[in-house]
């Protein structure tokens, strides 16, 4: 079976929401326990062994999941989000504001006076 989507940019980080759950495959047997998937640049050199050898070996190796399977992993991640686990990667840093500071009042002439901030 074929995937549609055959070119597609790996998101470690984001691995969850980015991967599985929008093109509905996963990396089957992660040989690292701990952490789950990761950057294998992130890894010491024992555990790269291990994830070379289990992708040389075929134990390590991309599936594509039934609409059941995305269903009922989204369900689980979900759950797991509830109870307070950071499952979708690291949550997104806010943006800065751009123009002038919120508590500040604009004088007509454009200019912020910090002054009068509420």
Known sequence: MHHPHTNVGMNYK?????IVEQYG???????LLLG???NPGELNT?????LKKALVDD????????QEEVTAWVHSNKQ???NGESVYGPSRKSRARKGPPINSEIQ???VVNEDTAA
Request: include cysteine.
């Open 14 to 18: 984001n691995y969850e929401r980015r």
């Open 46 to 50: 024992h555990d790269t062994a291990i």
């Open 80 to 82: 797991r989000e509830a």
């Open 25 to 31: 495959i996963e990396l089957s047997g992660w040989p």
């Open 36 to 38: 789950g998937v990761c």
């Open 59 to 66: 134990q390590c190796k991309w599936k594509i999941l039934t």
């Open 108 to 110: 007509g002439d454009g």
